[in-house]
T-cell receptor, first 114, second 116 residues
């Protein structure tokens, strides 16, 4: 089944404790992206990657890191999480970046930073 | 940065009523997308629009790509309980290697509630 998977689905952690949220897609998509969703703010892009070893900042990159060593994986790293990073996170992928491709979203990771 | 203005923010309607929501922007988009998000899940694509003026239907859903390329609307006819959720519009800017404005921008969502 073609899908985007994220792990973990739920995570409660404490300020300053490094964490990684994994994202994997099995559709051979080139483009991958991370979003955070907050009430009243909709979906905001954190980072995106147009291909292996190519990553770029989205609208709200502060406090996050990503890597794209393989085409299928795009982990989101929070080196020192803070409470304002409590949010619902979505990974998404698409075949490419041109106008004829749509993004497929993972099921989401709900992160709480205490 | 570019923004999408999506309205209304929320709607309370009776089952069987038609629904209309829209997105506007000051920027021109190459693509308009409409997504639905149900509780505990990620957004799922409903309709994609690629040409100005394009009108596309998917069952009871109809969406249009505005002629100016700066707006789009989504209509749902004869609403049913499973239509409940958050609907997001998204626009994709033209990609150029000069300005790198190739991101997809999302509206803030319209939360649809259906009264029995």
């Amino acid at each position: 089944e073609a899908q985007v998977t994220q792990n973990p689905r739920y995570l409660i952690t404490v300020t300053g404790k490094k964490l990684t949220v994994t994202c994997s897609q099995n559709m051979n998509h080139e483009y991958m992206s991370w979003y955070r969703q907050d009430p009243g703010l909709g979906l905001r892009q954190i980072y995106y990657s147009m291909n292996v070893e190519v990553t770029d900042k989205g609208d709200v990159p502060e406090g996050y890191k990503v890597s794209r060593k393989e085409k299928r994986n795009f982990p989101l790293i929070l080196e020192s999480p803070s409470p304002n990073q409590t949010s619902l996170y979505f990974c998404a992928s698409s075949l490419g970046i041109d106008s004829y491709n749509e993004q497929f979203f993972g099921p989401g990771t709900r992160l709480t930073v205490l | 940065g570019q923004q999408l203005n999506q309205s209304p923010q929320s709607m309370f309607i009776q089952e069987g009523e038609d629904v209309s929501m829209n997105c506007t922007s000051s920027s021109i988009f190459n693509t308009w997308l409409w997504y639905k998000q149900e509780p505990g899940e990620g957004p799922v694509l409903l309709i994609a629009l690629y040409k100005a003026g394009e009108l596309t239907s998917n069952g009871r859903l109809t969406a249009q790509f505005g002629i100016t390329r700066k707006d789009s609307f989504l209509n749902i006819s004869a609403s049913i309980p499973s239509d409940v959720g958050i609907y997001f519009c998204a626009g994709q800017l033209p990609f150029t290697y000069m300005n790198r404005d190739d991101k997809i921008i999302f509206g803030k969502g319209t939360r649809l509630h259906i009264l029995p």
